[in-house]
């Protein structure tokens, strides 16, 4: 899996902790941030199929 480098606001990262570890909804900071990738894309998705801007093969 790729890694990558992004820069992120300490009070984002304070509340992204909030829901990682034993006592959260994900394992670690990756999972947390790789669920919200793929729920964003997931959006992005939804509202190009709206208008009309997915390809046929998606």
Known sequence: MPKISVEIPG????DLDDHVG?????VNRSDAIRASIRKNLDILDDIDARHGRLDDDE
């Not at 034993?22 to 994900?26: D, L």
Request: proline share 0%; net charge negative; hydrophobic share 35%.
């Open 11 to 14: 009070e984002l990262l304070a």
């Open 22 to 26: 034993s006592e959260g909804k994900y």
